[in-house]
């Protein structure tokens, strides 16, 4: 039977990781794939934060975004399409200690593992979610997602997608219990960097889409917020994602947002003229089921099934 215990305490000299303690198989995405950004950004907060590669793990799905655990030097699972997070769930229901990321693709969370995403943003267990949001199902060669947008071409609607397209931001802010809420992009490295290390700092569910370019096939949809900062709205707050000076000086079309104020992310995260980039949404009161289900959970199971046993004994005639 399963014992939960601190078996899993390792003695540890110590040690200062780098770089290299982090990087796992060489990347097998295309030349300009927005996914490595991403990758780059997680090996440098995990070298800042000296995570300990042996209590970290990276969770993910299906999907060119989902390869992700290979090219990390760290435990992974690469699972079921959609299914990253209730494996997540489970493992931080039983490991308080580990550092848990969870990458998805908008297939793999926003199609195939809606009900899952739901689920585990309103569990709001203490997990680091990364949406690589490109807008296509890319490991599928070309097929439309919940996030095409209307009229874009793919290998099955080539004449056009027909549906609106669903957003994740939007999405989660109605998700109740939702606990931390953010978009950036792949292309702003210092905001990728400091919105992706703000979520792991957060206690609890922190969802951060990622605007995700994809070359090979949807190399068009973010030229606009690319070639033209004042498609990019920058949230700012003093309780929002740190500024870089540089990112604060290039893009001035900016919008003081209070992440406490939930009608106003819902009302930002609708904004059709601009891609909002920053924090929508915070809340530290929000319960954790990791905690509040955390009672006893070093006790031996031999004094578990002992307390059991006890109680069962009472019903005895
Ligand atoms: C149960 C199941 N259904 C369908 C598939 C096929 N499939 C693999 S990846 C994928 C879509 C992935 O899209 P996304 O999550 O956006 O990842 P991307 O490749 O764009 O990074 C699909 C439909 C599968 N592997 N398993
Ligand atoms: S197909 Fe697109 S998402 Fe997949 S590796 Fe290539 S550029 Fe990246
Ligand atoms: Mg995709």
Do not use: W
């Given at each position: 039977m399963y014992e939960s215990t601190n078996e899993w305490d390792i003695e540890l000299e110590s040690r200062v990781c780098t770089l290299a303690d982090y990087k796992g198989a060489e990347a097998r995405w295309c030349p300009g794939c927005?996914?490595?950004?991403?990758?780059?950004?997680?090996?440098?907060?995990?070298?800042?934060?000296?995570?300990?590669?042996?209590?970290?793990?990276?969770?993910?799905?299906?999907g060119c975004s989902s390869r992700f655990p290979h090219y990390m030097s760290t435990y992974g699972f690469h699972g079921l399409h959609g299914r990253a997070f209730p494996v997540a769930c489970g493992v931080r229901s039983r490991r308080p200690d580990l550092h848990i990321f969870v990458v998805t693709g908008d297939g793999d969370c926003c199609a195939i593992g809606t009900a899952h995403w739901i689920h585990a943003i309103r569990y709001n267990m203490n997990l680091t979610i990364l949406l690589l949001d490109n807008n296509i199902y890319g490991l599928t060669k070309n097929q439309t997602s919940p996030t095409t947008r209307i009229g874009e071409c793919s290998s099955t609607h080539p004449k056009g997608s027909l549906l609106s397209p669903l957003s994740p931001i939007t999405v989660t802010l109605g998700i109740t219990n939702a606990s931390f809420v953010a978009q950036t992009v792949d292309w702003i490295s210092p905001h990728l960097y400091n919105t992706i290390r703000a979520a792991y700092e957060h206690p609890?569910?922190?969802?951060?889409?990622?605007?995700?370019?994809?070359?090979?096939?949807?190399?068009?949809?973010?030229?606009?917020?690319?070639?033209?900062?004042?498609?990019?709205?920058?949230?700012?707050?003093?309780?929002?994602?740190?500024?870089?000076?540089?990112?604060?000086?290039?893009?001035?079309?900016?919008?003081?947002?209070?992440?406490?104020?939930?009608?106003?992310?819902?009302?930002?995260?609708?904004?059709?003229?601009?891609?909002?980039?920053?924090?929508?949404?915070?809340?530290?009161?929000?319960?954790?089921?990791?905690?509040?289900?955390?009672?006893?959970?070093?006790?031996p199971a031999a004094q578990k099934l002992e307390a059991v046993e006890k109680n069962l004994e009472s019903f005895v005639i």
């Open positions: 927005g996914d490595h950004a991403v990758l780059n950004a997680v090996q440098r907060l995990a070298r800042d934060k000296q995570l300990p590669p042996e209590k970290t793990v990276v969770l993910s799905g299906i609890g569910a922190s969802f951060v889409r990622i605007l995700q370019r994809c070359p090979h096939f949807t190399s068009h949809v973010f030229d606009g917020p690319l070639h033209d900062p004042n498609q990019v709205l920058l949230m700012k707050h003093q309780r929002g994602i740190p500024l870089d000076a540089a990112v604060a000086t290039k893009f001035t079309n900016q919008v003081e947002h209070d992440p406490d104020n939930l009608a106003e992310a819902r009302a930002l995260s609708e904004r059709a003229d601009a891609y909002p980039i920053g924090l929508f949404y915070r809340n530290e009161n929000a319960l954790r089921y990791d905690l509040a289900t955390s009672a006893g959970i070093h006790v």
